[in-house]
T-cell receptor
């Protein structure tokens, strides 16, 4: 059982380059999330999608765009990468149960922007 | 801004000892969750405690919640080397269901 799958696992970009981080879940979850994790900062929410067809900004959305392609897939795009976007990015998914918002995480994408 | 803050930032213990870490938060919550992250991996859900609960157990884990003090604690009993990880609290403050994570407690268990 794959759960949440993220690709790629590692990426090095030059400043100004663009890239898309892919995320897919096979648990039939309605809700999906993108976080970034920086040393000593915990996880910060970038964007989320409560259900297929909807996306909303989280705490740190600047410099990112997302697409909820279908129920399974939620991608994160960096249009013009900056060194401040060097981070570890995690995708997560959950059932749409406000009383029990348990999130399932992928293994992460480690991104370096030079 | 982080809703939850863990204390201590780091903890080093020997196998067999208990590990206790605390989480403080700022606003009213629906529930509070604890997650574990092994080095280089994603987070894994451990336990959820609702705002109307005071204590919850799961195996060697014990979580308490004091809503009057806006704090929670996670106790891992009889620690094992495999418990070496970072532990995060996450609060669900009712904003649709989004979670806010603390900065984590790094636990090292030596054999």
């Amino acid at each position: 059982n794959a759960g949440v799958t993220q690709t790629p696992k590692f990426q090095v970009l030059k400043t100004g380059q663009s890239m898309t981080l892919q995320c897919a879940q096979d648990m039939n979850h309605n809700s999906m999330y993108w976080y970034r994790q920086d040393p000593g900062m915990g996880l910060r929410l970038i964007y989320y999608s409560a259900s297929e067809g909807t996306t909303d900004k989280g705490e740190v959305p600047n410099g990112y765009n997302v697409s909820r392609l279908n129920k399974r897939e939620f991608s994160l795009r960096l249009e013009s990468a900056a060194p401040s976007q060097t981070s570890v990015y995690f995708c997560a998914s959950s059932e749409s149960d406000i009383a029990k918002n348990i999130q399932y995480f992928g293994a992460g994408t480690r991104l370096s922007v030079l | 801004s982080q809703q939850g803050e863990e204390d201590p930032q780091a903890l080093s213990i020997q196998e067999g000892e208990n590990a206790t870490m605390n989480c403080s938060y700022k606003t009213s919550i629906n529930n509070l969750q604890w997650y574990r992250q092994n080095s280089g991996r994603g987070l894994v859900h451990l336990i959820l405690i609702r705002s109307n609960e005071r204590e919850k157990h799961s195996g060697r884990l014990r979580v308490t919640l004091d809503t009057s003090k806006k704090s929670s604690s996670l106790l891992i009993t009889a620690s094992r080397a495999a418990d070496t990880a970072s532990y995060f609290c996450a609060t669900d403050a009712g904003s649709w269901g989004k979670l806010q994570f603390g900065a984590g407690t790094q636990v090292v268990v030596t054999p």
